[in-house]
């Protein structure tokens, strides 16, 4: 279980003298007041002084600040332009409150002072171009700005990570809880009862009855540079299998269970963005990652996979992301290949290739909904340099996923993200041993709940 936070934070290297001069102090910032939150990714307004935008309502008594132009053109387009007397953004060099339908936009620069996409506002055009030429990017006007901006700087699939990495000094942490089950033997693509199964072939002595995996994870995601982020995850699994035994001489059919319950295997990502365009609404991205043997391989369950807590050895996995972003909507994909060693009891785990795609809509900053497929292509696993007929296969998931940006706090924001999944197409390898078959479970369904915070240093 992963997950991603994206407040591009890094501060630009201009005049100091600049950035504290008194006139870009924001109203409700004063220390014996509660301090200012942005109201769409809840990080303090203080902190962003040179990028702050100010809306007043056309009450005239109510005001709501932003960290920066992105934000602020969230706000408007959730609430619409109309509802608002007065739209003022900051010109990056003076500080001076400008109005937002007067000012340049420069956009796709090396400046990410707030968030992504990284606008920063001028006075005039010749601002805005001066800029450019010193840090690259374009220059816009505030319909064009308007035309551009997504509802969320990007959103994070269940199962893929994004391409959209965050910038410096950007963090975020969370806590999972999934759950996953298989309950249905498969022969190759045929799907059978366990149950009929065992049934139906007298030879056939033992069977998989079921498999059922409750997960529980600690992760952070941290922005390095702007373009280089780490993820961390810890995992925590317990684990319950039933197995069917039939007795040879009379044909009774009984049930054993086992358990186990321990950490998993800690997972490292590196991501480093190969390209974004200057609207940044296209990624390439390259993904390194590891996973260390933290989690037990227990040899009692040399035969059940499927209950090994870890690996027992590490793995190395790489390949590439591309993000998409259309208004509204946040196409991911992925392609990965994952390389895994033999580990002390002299068991290894098949090689994988992993290949995925979700889209996602976003109506405004505090939800998404979306639809994700991924499909891996394992290899068979190997016992002491020997093949395991019944490990390895194919296997294509279909996921429904949800976020909700429920609370701004602390500088940051809480969110929470739940999806549901199931296996919509397996062809699992199996061997038949004599009269008996060797074969693994498939079918099921699984489901996680996400609890993240994402703020910034």
Not at 27 to 38: L, N, Q
Not at 85 to 93: L, M, Q
């Amino acid at each position: 279980m992963v997950w991603v936070c994206l407040i591009p934070v890094a501060a630009y290297a201009g005049n100091e003298e600049e950035a504290k001069t008194e006139h870009v102090h924001a109203e409700g910032t004063h220390p014996e007041k509660k301090r200012e939150e942005c109201p769409v990714c809840g990080m303090y307004i203080d902190q962003y002084l040179r990028s702050a935008a100010e809306l007043t309502y056309k009450d005239g008594e109510k005001k709501v600040y932003t960290c920066g132009v992105a934000c602020m053109l969230r706000v408007l387009e959730d609430e619409g332009i109309s509802t608002f007397s007065s739209i003022k953004v900051r010109d990056w060099k003076t500080g001076n409150l400008v109005d937002a339908d007067k000012a340049a936009y420069s956009i796709g620069s090396r400046v990410i002072p707030d968030m992504i996409p990284n606008f920063i506002a001028f006075e005039s055009n010749e601002g805005a171009e001066d800029f450019k030429a010193k840090e690259g990017g374009g220059v816009l006007d505030f319909n064009k700005a308007m035309q551009i901006i997504t509802p969320k700087g990007q959103t994070v699939p269940a199962r893929v990570q994004p391409a959209v990495t965050p910038a410096k000094g950007s963090f975020g942490m969370g806590i999972g809880f999934s759950y996953g089950q298989k309950d249905r033997v498969k022969i190759g693509s045929d799907t059978q009862d366990p149950d009929t199964f065992i049934g139906n072939n007298a030879q056939q002595l033992r069977a998989p009855s079921a498999i059922e995996s409750y997960g529980q994870s600690l992760f952070a995601n941290y922005g390095i540079t702007d373009r280089l982020a780490v993820l961390v995850n810890v995992p925590f699994f317990e684990k319950q299998s039933s197995q069917y035994n039939k007795n040879p001489g009379t044909g009774a059919i009984t049930t054993a269970k086992s358990d186990t319950a321990g950490l998993g295997d800690l997972d490292l990502r590196f991501r480093y963005n190969l390209w974004r365009s200057t609207y940044y609404d296209k990624w390439f991205t390259i993904q390194l990652g590891t996973t260390l043997p933290t989690g037990k391989f227990d040899k009692t369950f040399i035969d059940s996979p499927g209950m090994q807590l870890g690996a027992g050895a590490p793995s190395f996995s790489g390949g590439l992301l591309f993000s998409r972003n259309v208004r509204n909507w946040w196409l991911h994909s992925s392609a990965l290949y994952t390389t895994r060693f033999e580990n002390a009891a002299g068991y290894r785990f098949g090689d994988d290739v992993t290949a995925a795609v979700a889209l996602h809509y976003t109506p405004n900053y505090n939800y998404m909904f979306g639809v994700e497929v991924d499909a891996a292509f394992a290899d068979k696993n190997e016992n002491r340099g020997v093949k395991v007929g019944n490990t390895g296969g194919t296997r294509t998931n279909l996921t429904f996923v949800a976020d909700w940006r429920f609370l701004n706090a602390l500088g940051g924001n809480f969110s929470v993200r739940a999806s549901v999944g199931l296996p919509i197409y397996e062809d699992l390898n199996h061997q038949r041993v004599g009269a008996r078959e060797q074969v693994q479970l498939g079918g099921g369904f699984y489901g996680n709940v996400v609890i993240t915070y994402a703020t910034r240093f």
